[in-house]
C-alpha cells in the first residue's frame, strides 16, 4: 500500500460544477504539495503547505482553492473549471521543506476530465 | 527561470542494451538532483538521488547517475536495460537557496525496451 493516498482516482466534471480532491499521507510527513501534470509538460507545483501553513502558491488560478486541515490531509477544491484544467493531478508528501533534499513521496494521481 | 531539460522523449531499446537518459538543468548555485520513475499505471517514485559527495550515485534496480557539475547535467545510466525498465523516467531539481522545497521536473523520458 502506497503511503499517499489520493480520491478519486478518477473524475469528470462539468464547468460549472464543484468538487473536490483528497490527498491523505499516512507516513508522518508534515509537509503536502499539489502538483499538475499535463500532457508533455513539466510536472508543475501549484501548492505547498508545511506544518498545515502554506508556504507557496505557484500563481495558481483562484478556481484552485487548497486546503491543509492537518498535516495528514490536503484538499483541492474545484470550481469553475476550463477544460485546459483537464489533467492528471498528483498530490505528494514529505517530512519537512525546511530539510534540505527532503525526499518527497508521490500518490498515484487523480485523473481529470473538464467538459 | 529555472529549468530543467531531458533531451529525449522517447527512447526505444532492445533487452540487454546499454541506457543513458540525458538531464541538464539550469541554475548556478547548489542543487540537490534527483530522478523519478513512473512505471505503467503506477505512482511516481524516487530512483535516485544526489545531494553532496560522491558524484556518482548508485540507486534501486542497477540504475546510477553522474553529476558533472561543469555541466550542469546528470545523467542517468544504466548497462544493460529489462524488459521491466519500460517507464516513464524524470529528472527533478530543487535549487538550494529558498526556504521551500520546490522540486523542477524536467518533461520526462519515456523508454519502452523491446524483449
Known amino acids: 500500500e502506497t503511503g499517499v493516498t489520493q480520491t478519486p482516482r478518477h473524475l469528470v466534471m462539468g464547468m460549472t460544477n464543484k468538487k473536490s480532491l483528497k490527498c491523505e499521507q499516512h507516513?508522518?510527513?508534515?509537509?503536502m504539495y499539489w502538483y499538475k501534470q499535463s500532457a508533455k509538460k513539466p510536472l508543475e507545483l501549484m501548492f505547498v503547505?508545511?506544518?498545515?501553513?502554506?508556504?507557496e502558491n505557484n500563481s495558481v488560478p483562484s478556481r484552485f482553492s487548497p486546503e491543509c486541515p492537518n498535516s495528514s490531509h490536503l484538499f483541492l477544491h474545484l470550481h469553475t473549471l476550463q477544460p485546459e484544467d483537464s489533467a492528471l493531478y498528483l498530490c505528494?508528501?514529505?517530512?519537512?521543506?525546511?530539510?534540505?533534499?527532503?525526499?518527497?513521496?508521490f500518490g498515484p494521481g487523480t485523473r481529470l476530465t473538464v467538459t | 527561470a529555472q529549468s530543467v531539460s531531458q533531451h529525449n522523449h522517447h527512447v526505444i531499446l532492445s533487452e540487454a542494451a546499454s541506457l543513458e537518459l540525458g538531464c541538464n538543468y539550469s541554475?548556478?548555485?547548489?542543487?540537490?538532483l534527483f530522478w523519478y520513475v513512473q512505471y505503467p499505471g503506477q505512482h511516481l517514485q524516487l530512483l535516485l538521488k544526489y545531494f553532496s559527495g560522491d558524484p556518482l550515485v548508485k540507486g534501486i534496480k542497477g540504475f546510477e547517475a553522474e553529476f558533472i557539475k561543469s555541466k550542469f547535467s546528470f545523467n542517468l545510466r544504466k548497462p544493460s536495460v529489462q524488459w521491466s525498465d519500460t517507464a516513464e523516467y524524470f529528472c527533478?531539481?530543487?535549487?538550494?537557496?529558498?526556504?521551500?522545497?520546490?522540486?523542477?521536473f524536467g518533461t520526462g523520458t519515456l523508454l519502452a525496451v523491446q524483449p
Open positions: 507516513l508522518g510527513h508534515n509537509a
Open positions: 527533478a531539481v530543487i535549487p538550494v537557496s529558498g526556504a521551500t522545497n520546490k522540486l523542477i
Open positions: 503547505y508545511n506544518f498545515k501553513e502554506q508556504t
Open positions: 541554475y548556478g548555485g547548489t542543487v540537490n
Open positions: 505528494a508528501s514529505s517530512q519537512d521543506l525546511r530539510l534540505a533534499g527532503d525526499e518527497q513521496y
